[in-house]
């Protein structure tokens, strides 16, 4: 999954919600998997993506990954 300008990885997602708090377009979502237990980003507004990497800057853990990087 991703946009024009990143991708995402969800099973590097730790569930710090960093990205949304630094995405300016709100291009990220959460997936609350209560069953199994699991909790991560999910891209839900791509279009919306205008590159400006915050959120590739804001994951610590790898789950956002800017393209042709």
Do not use: D
Request: proline content about 4%.
């Amino acid at each position: 999954m991703g946009t024009a300008y990143i991708t995402a990885n969800p099973r590097n997602c730790k569930s710090c919600w960093a990205c949304l708090e630094a995405c300016p377009k709100q291009v990220f979502g959460k997936v609350n998997e209560f069953f199994g237990l699991h909790k991560h980003i999910v891209i839900q507004n791509p279009e919306a993506c205008i590159g400006c990497n915050k959120c590739v800057k804001a994951c610590q853990y790898g789950a956002i990954i800017a393209v042709n990087a």
